[in-house]
Each structure stands twice: as structure tokens, then as C-alpha cells.
């Protein structure tokens, strides 16, 4: 009998010996019934977590049931006014949550000023929309929403339609732990969900883990080379550049999530410009005709290109930035240096633009665009 | 019932054992040092945007962009002995950006230092071989920054950017992208006095940079010659020959 009392004496001693050492966050009382979002991101997103360019606020986690919200309101048409267009109108999954329109079509028929940016990897994304007018996701969500081209709500239409839907109560409940509906609340739900939406499984992503003598072709090999170095013709300045280069990595530079640095700028599309972009809300003279350097990633699914979509293909594109570039007052440095050669011109061969756009094709990430947990759950 | 009993008394024991904190080791007493960089152009404060400066050939020039790194950071001449800042990366920025709504004047940066008498300080402008081709690239070393160039080059270690009125008189754009390993160049400042860390307490130390000397000795620019560089390579070197005597520890 005593040493059956010394056993139990001894498991109580164990338990909370053994309890005292765990970390807090293991505890199965103090974990939320649903938990965090599990992004089960790769180790080139994974190093990004919590640092300076991860932009998720500390009143709005990223959580299984918040994401769960935020989905069903970015597929949810009654969004808008007369119940035609959701998010999801002109943020198409198959094309990396962009559309195919130059201009996209509003809730009345209108088309918007813009072409549709894509949607992924906001969680390190800086700013929001060609001209940066918004510094959250959060902030982000609702312009469109409230957008008289778009979906044409204001935030009290909105919050009182959904109070209509009976559904909504019990996500935001489940979300939040409160049936209230506010737009607070709708937007937050909404920036978690998109902050969810993360592309990390293109072949360029195997690249940059594998290295790319391992997953690169010779002809991408040749592409992403010149993708990385500005031309410069004298070869002695560059060793092993041969005196060729392409120069998108000044502004769409590798290793970063989306291969864009987000920089405001102009990329010499026109010497005169209707929409001044940023300029709108800087009247800076230097600010005009500036716009948000877009992300590359996916570029193969995201046609047309440019913030008025005047580009139909990519290798317009490449073409735009061989041969016609305009010096515009506000050219982007990188794209304005000749150093000692000539002018703005890259002349590149058919071959070697066959390369760069071999190379920008490995940016394209089919897991993306299949990956049912981004996929509209009202099909389900 | 014995049987039982052993292994359950080595448990404990394992169990209780297990949860005391690690022996405690001497910490080494520390302070904190802030260092403020004070961009200048010889002497004149750096205020984006207006063409106000001078080079020495004589070109009138603006900066619309500064960023450099300062890296590796050692304390010297101490009979506590040598401080190595751990991680010592730091990026400083003088551009205007409407990511970050504006302005961006990032000069200074604080570390936990050895508590002692320094007698000089040692830095260096870029981002050495081996950090440059690998490891996590974070924070100040995040490509974000817009430093990074890809492919097998590594980082871009000083950037200035900014209009020169021309020959003609055209107002045209000088833009020195200053990286490769080639260009990583270390810097010693001693100082007059003794640089002392105090415990728990901050000191601070500036150091003058002047722009106008990235363009002058040895290397003389013109703009309207060389508008500066993008790539690696000599003209990158030559370029990072010229820090040597870019940075000061007394006001201009």
C-alpha cells in the first residue's frame, strides 16, 4: 500500500516536473478551438516570417476560421450593389487572380481606369494598387468594395446586407468569437484570406532551393542571365556578361517574393501621360506618370500587361523595353543610365528574347492556380 | 511493484534535472552604441531633390536616392579586448518612397556593446564574400531593399542617384550602382578621444558621410563622361576606391 502511495506521489511529482518544461504554446487549454493558418511555406518564405517585410498587423492574425471568412467574401457577388460582381470577378484563380481584360468590368457594366493586378503574396507586399493608394491589405479591401465603377457599396450598405445573410453571423462568430458584423471585420477577414493566398511553387521557386544548374534548362539558364544584368557593352566591366544584359532585375529583383521591388516609377511608356498614376495623390512633378513596379511572378497568366493593359504579350513587353523606351522627365534611373554606351536601346536578337521569356515562364506557378483552398467555396 | 518503482524514480529525477535552468555563465557586462550616419556634401546637409550640389569637375548635381551598407562592425583598442558586432548588417537610406508614404531618412541604428574604452572603430561598405552569396536574406538584407542584383553577383553595396545639369545645360540623370565582391572596401576611423561604453547606458557616435567625395579622389567623375555604373565590375571598384575618405568623425 505504501509504495502504491509513493508511485502516485511519484507520477504527480512527474507530471508537473514534466508540465513546468513546456512551452506555453503547446498547451491544449490555451490554443483557440481552430487555430492559426497553417501556410506551410517553403524555407525562401519561410526565413520572411516575422520580419521587416512581413506586413501582417498584430490585431489581425492570420487564423484557420478568419480565412475561412475572408474567402467566402471575396467569392460572395453580393458584395456588390446588384448582387453581379464578388472579388473574384476580376481576380481570377486560373489567372493567378488577375482577369483577362484590359480594363475591368464593373458592377453596372463600367470598366475601371486600371488593368486587374494580380493577387498573391500580399503578406510582402508593401503597398496595394498601381498608384500605392493603399498601405494595407486590410485598408485595401474595402476600395473596392465602395469603388462607384466596381461593386458600388458604401461600408453601411454593406454591413447591413450582410446581416440579411444568415450565414455570415456564424463565420464571423466562428472567426472572431462575436456574431457582430462590422466592416472592420469584413476587412479583416478579407486581408486574411488574401494574405493566405501565397505562390511558392513555380520551377523558379525549385531554383532558388535546388540551384538552377539542377532545374533550369540551358535556354532559361541563358534568360534568367540576362534577365539579371544590365547591359553594358563593354565586357571588361562585367565579367562574363559578354557585353549583353537586360536590365529587369533594377526593378524586378530575383529573391524577392513576388520579383518586384515595388518601387514607384516611370518606365517610359509615353512622353505624355493621361493618368498620372501616383501623381494623382503627389503633385510632385517627379511623381508623375510613376507607378508601382507590378509583380512578376506568374507574368505567363497575367496578360495583358502594363497599368492600362496595353501590352497583349510578353514578348510586346520585352520589345517595350529593347527598343522603345520614351525619355520621359521622370524616366526611372535604371532604365535612363547609358554609362558609355548608347542610348536606352538593348538591342536584343530573336533568340535571346526567346531566352528572357523562357526564363519568365518559370515564374509560373500551376499549384497556385488549382490549389482548392483558394478555390470559390460556394462550388463546394 | 518494485520494478515499477525504479524506473519511475529515474524519471523524476530526469524530470526535475531537465527543468533547472542551464549553469548560469558570466555575462559579459554590456552598454548600448548608436551610431548616427549624417550624410553631407561637402558640408552641405543632403535634401532630396535639389540641385544645390557641386562635384569637383564641377558639375551641378541633386540626389534623389542614397543607400549603403554599413557592415561588420568592430570596436578596437580596449584592454577588454575586441568587440565583434554579431549579424552586423545595416542599411542606410535617404530616398523618398510612397511604399513608406514618403521620406525615408533611416541613419541610424543601435547594438549591445562590450562595456569599455574603445580606440577606433571598423566597418565596412557592403556585404562581405560570404554573406554576400549566402545565408538568410532578411531585414536590411532583404532584396526588397532593392540592393540585390541575382545571378552570381550578390548585392549592391552603396547606390546614389540623382540629376546633373549637362554640358548643354539638360538636366539629365546620374545613377552609381556600386556592388561585387570586388567593391567591398573596409573602413578604420580611430578616435580623438576614447569611445566609451557604459553599462546599461547609451552612447552615441556620428559619423560624417560626404557624398560629394564618392565622386572626386582618386577617382575624379564627370557626369557628363561617366553617369555612373550598374553592374559589377572595374568601374565599380574604381568608384569603391574612392570611400577611403568619404567618412569623418568630425563635423564638417
Known amino acids: 500500500m505504501r509504495s502504491r502511495i509513493f508511485i502516485y506521489f511519484c507520477a504527480i511529482v512527474l507530471m508537473q516536473a514534466t508540465s513546468c518544461c513546456r512551452p506555453d504554446d503547446t498547451c491544449d487549454d490555451c490554443v483557440e478551438p481552430d487555430g492559426d493558418y497553417d501556410f506551410n511555406l517553403r524555407p525562401g518564405f519561410k526565413q520572411l516570417v516575422g520580419r521587416s517585410s512581413d506586413n501582417t498587423p498584430t490585431d489581425n492574425p492570420t487564423t484557420k476560421m478568419g480565412v475561412q471568412l475572408g474567402r467566402h467574401l471575396f467569392y460572395d457577388k453580393r458584395l456588390s450593389k446588384n448582387n453581379t460582381i464578388a472579388c473574384a470577378s476580376c481576380h481570377l484563380q486560373e489567372y493567378a487572380f488577375t482577369d483577362t481584360a484590359r480594363f475591368s468590368l464593373g458592377f453596372e457594366g463600367g470598366r475601371t481606369s486600371r488593368n486587374s493586378m494580380p493577387i498573391f503574396n500580399l503578406r510582402w507586399t508593401p503597398s496595394f494598387f498601381w498608384d500605392t493608394r493603399a498601405a494595407t491589405v486590410e485598408e485595401q479591401t474595402l476600395m473596392p468594395i465602395q469603388d462607384h465603377l466596381e461593386m458600388g457599396m458604401t461600408l453601411e450598405e454593406l454591413v447591413e446586407k450582410l446581416k440579411g445573410l444568415n450565414e455570415y453571423d456564424i463565420r464571423f462568430e466562428k472567426a472572431y468569437g462575436t456574431p457582430e458584423i462590422t466592416s472592420d471585420k469584413i476587412s479583416k477577414g478579407l486581408a486574411q484570406f488574401l494574405r493566405s493566398i501565397v505562390s511558392q511553387n513555380s520551377r523558379y521557386d525549385d531554383a532558388e532551393e535546388q540551384g538552377d544548374n539542377a532545374v533550369f534548362t540551358d535556354q532559361e539558364k541563358r534568360g534568367k542571365k540576362l534577365f539579371s544584368i544590365h547591359v553594358d557593352p563593354d565586357p571588361e566591366n562585367v565579367p562574363g556578361s559578354d557585353g549583353r544584359g537586360a536590365n529587369c532585375n533594377d526593378c524586378h529583383v530575383l529573391s524577392t517574393p513576388n520579383l518586384s521591388d515595388y518601387r514607384v516609377t516611370n518606365n517610359g511608356l509615353d512622353m505624355e501621360y493621361n493618368d498620372p498614376g501616383y501623381g494623382k495623390h503627389n503633385s510632385a512633378d517627379k511623381w508623375q506618370g510613376t507607378f508601382k513596379t507590378p509583380p512578376l511572378r506568374n507574368i505567363e497568366l497575367t496578360a495583358p500587361y502594363m497599368h492600362d493593359g496595353r501590352f497583349k504579350t510578353l514578348r510586346e513587353v520585352v520589345d517595350h523595353y529593347d527598343l522603345h523606351i520614351e525619355e520621359h522627365r521622370n524616366l526611372g534611373n535604371d532604365l535612363a543610365i547609358s554609362g558609355n554606351y548608347r542610348y536606352m536601346k538593348l538591342d536584343l536578337t530573336d533568340d535571346e528574347k526567346d531566352d528572357l521569356i523562357a526564363f519568365l515562364k518559370t515564374l509560373t506557378d500551376k499549384e497556385l492556380t488549382t490549389n482548392p483552398a483558394y478555390s470559390n467555396p460556394f462550388d463546394e | ?252
Open chain 2, 1 to 252: 511493484m518494485k520494478t515499477l518503482l525504479y524506473p519511475l524514480v529515474f524519471l523524476m529525477a530526469f524530470a526535475i534535472s531537465s527543468c533547472q535552468p542551464d549553469e548560469e555563465k558570466p555575462e559579459p557586462i554590456i552598454g548600448t552604441l548608436k551610431v548616427n550616419f549624417v550624410n553631407h556634401s561637402s558640408g552641405e546637409p543632403i535634401s532630396l531633390d535639389e540641385m544645390k550640389y557641386t562635384n569637383q569637375a564641377g558639375n551641378d548635381y541633386s540626389i534623389s536616392k542614397l543607400l549603403y551598407y554599413i557592415s561588420n562592425i568592430k570596436l578596437l583598442g580596449c584592454e577588454c579586448g575586441e568587440f565583434t558586432e554579431e549579424e552586423s548588417y545595416h542599411l542606410v537610406k535617404l530616398l523618398d518612397d510612397p511604399n513608406q508614404g514618403g521620406l525615408v531618412d533611416e541613419n541610424s541604428f543601435s547594438f549591445n556593446a562590450q562595456v569599455g574604452n574603445y580606440k577606433k572603430i571598423d566597418f565596412a561598405v557592403g556585404v562581405d564574400e560570404t554573406r554576400n552569396h549566402s545565408g538568410d536574406k532578411v531585414d536590411a538584407l532583404d532584396p526588397i531593399n532593392g540592393m540585390f542584383w541575382g545571378w552570381n553577383t550578390g548585392y549592391i553595396f552603396f547606390k546614389v542617384e540623382g540629376d546633373f545639369t549637362n554640358n548643354e545645360s539638360e538636366k539629365k540623370k546620374f545613377t552609381f550602382h556600386i556592388g561585387g565582391d570586388g567593391a567591398y572596401r573596409e573602413i578604420s576611423l580611430a578616435f580623438d578621444e576614447n569611445l566609451e561604453i557604459k553599462e546599461n547606458q547609451t552612447t552615441e557616435l556620428t559619423i560624417y558621410t560626404d557624398i560629394n567625395e564618392v565622386f572626386s579622389s582618386p577617382n575624379l567623375y564627370d557626369f557628363n563622361s561617366f553617369k555612373g555604373t550598374t553592374s559589377p565590375g572595374e568601374n565599380a571598384n574604381k568608384v569603391a576606391d574612392n570611400y577611403s575618405d568619404i567618412f569623418s568623425l568630425t563635423k564638417p
